[in-house]
DNA sequence: AATGAATGAGAATTCATTCAT
DNA sequence: TATGAATGAATTCTCATTCAT
């Protein structure tokens, strides 16, 4: 079996068993048999346990760094400030178990909380980017407090992500399109 | 030495150490050890290290009921969410042990997620109430999406409470009393 | 059942293991069997496996100190060193575990052979004042070198120790009786 | 690649690696990557690691019996027994590792220890013949004790060699050349 | 009511060895 | 012949919990 193919069985049952079990609940054991390979396989691929979150780490650091590249203001805020929040969500999504991993045990592994911390700050430049070449179009009133709002707009969306995938069983009745679509549009018509 | 003594020690020691080293590594070990009391004694006050936690969200619950009952809205905007937001913020600092094991644990016990999740629901509540008295004054602009601000509301309070306790090192730069005094009249600002 | 004798139920457990199997071979599961006590009682007793060995170490060290203190030099030669060999012997046979230990384990335990060479450190200093004195007094040939005979007389014991100890299913044919008796007199009676 | 060489290097690789870390140290994975070979190469070339360890001991066993083939005594005590020193420590020097796993392993692989034996035997054999021939030559004192001599003098080499290979960081201060010139002159003059 | 001692069920990891190519 | 991948058995150690006093 080509190695690379077992390492990703590997990181697949642990991202699979974070979710459900926690850091300490997804065992060695459990993840082999998740992954249907050896427990002593595991080791071959990982220096150790913890190694396995830290490549899922290190790719959610790579794919942090590919954000908002391609990204264009329309100069709609509202269609703009949709399509942050859309590409933030997104993201959040497909990193689910780092973001998880980051709440519940960045105070056991530091570089988590590190590697998560480049996201709102992320996603803040870009928002506050935008505000500025706005309030400039006349776009957003002049008077608006362009590093507040755009403080809040990304706690908005941190609110509502770790509403979503901490108590994934009861979320704030507010499912994740109906947020974008109209919770960030009142946000947004706000600045109008 | 009185039962009770007993065991409020060991719910301090249990409550200290949950915030450094999360619910499994505070052992019960330690958790004696910080407590003064003999690892063994654990078990004769609780039956057992999750009963302990069983007891704080206990207290949370009983907590939760008392908020905002003497809460008397000014008519002021601005004011009237500064305050919602303080008494939403003190709460969870008086409570956060249970909120970070909210946070990290809920997967694991769901009646923290239960408890927890009754928190955002009574804040709404508070303040769904009180911008339906105002759009009724006249305070809000009657165009406003009550059920959206109210819910931004409390995303954004949460947000601010997730990153102060959960990254405690690297807040995103807003101090709990600015963020009070500055983002949320700013938000409280546009209803107006 | 008292903490002291579990102490020593393990160390004499362990001894007696390592003698047979070696440090590696002496596993805890093996110790626990032997001893009559869990596994993991081992552990409450013994930071660690490795510390059962320290103490056995630590007892050789302070054992160490004691030798010879209460040592007088009759004048005669032959008997006295006779008298340094047994004792020699008798400690070595007291500490056979921690002997060994050092002679298999020490590129491992560094700790272990520094203990180990205070004795014939120790030995070669009471033979060295002892042969002077006789030197002095007219019993020894004045042309004596005396600390090659001091270093020989040691080497000498030392690998009659090893040999016995190390090799123990086929001595090379000296009792250790006769080894006492006979080639210590034999070595002592060249210095008249 | 011709087997031999592979066989070589992995002879060479386990040797090395014994010498620093042990029998149970020297890994397979170890001895693979000093050799430069693959793990499981070495099983190809030998049945288990337990046979790298046999043609080592079988090597020395051949070695052993060439010992003295050629050895000739002058008739001069002292020359003679350096010469015979000499020999066994070369020997030893150029057998370092079987008599180092002789010394920690033979609890364990109780054939190491067999062919070790033979060793100080053969030597014994050696120097009792020579004593022999010299009593009757008149060279040694007719009074002396032949074979408690020559017992002393193997237990003082084999002491001495212990003590240089088995403790390589502090030897008793007597550095091999030292010990050849001087120790054992010493030795010898004795008999005279 | 509190303690000291002991326990059993795992947990992560290592290692010699085998298997398929 | 040599390799890369995989394995199973074993090892040290941790932890919540129970038992006897």
Redesign the interface.
């Known amino acids: 079996m080509a190695t690379q193919q077992t390492d990703e069985k590997i990181i697949k049952a642990f991202s699979k068993l974070v979710?459900?079990?926690?850091y300490?609940?997804t065992t060695t054991k459990r993840i082999a048999s998740e992954a249907g390979v050896n427990e002593s396989t595991i080791f071959r691929h990982f220096k150790d346990k913890h190694s396995i979150l830290e490549q899922l780490v290190n790719t959610y650091s790579r794919d942090i760094e590919q954000i908002g590249q391609s990204f264009e203001f329309t100069g709609d805020i509202v269609q703009d400030l949709m399509r942050v929040a859309t590409i933030y969500h997104d993201f959040v999504a497909n990193h689910q178990v780092v973001f998880l991993l980051g709440?519940?045990?960045?105070?056991?592994f530091?570089e988590i909380?590190?590697a998560?911390?480049q996201l709102?700050k992320r996603f803040?430049n870009l928002v506050v980017t935008n505000f500025n070449e706005m309030v400039e179009a006349g776009e957003i009133r002049a008077t608006a407090?362009v590093t507040?709002?755009a403080?809040?707009f990304?706690?908005?969306?941190?609110?509502?992500a770790?509403?979503t995938y901490?108590?994934?069983?009861?979320r704030?009745q507010?499912p994740m399109k109906a947020f974008l679509a109209?919770?960030i549009r009142?946000?947004a018509e706000?600045l109008q």
């Open positions: 979710l459900k079990l926690g300490q609940g709440l519940r045990e960045s105070y056991r530091p909380g590190q998560l911390r709102p803040k407090n507040e709002e403080t809040n990304i706690l908005l969306n941190f609110g509502n770790v509403f901490a108590y994934p069983t009861a704030l507010v109209e919770n009142t946000f706000h």
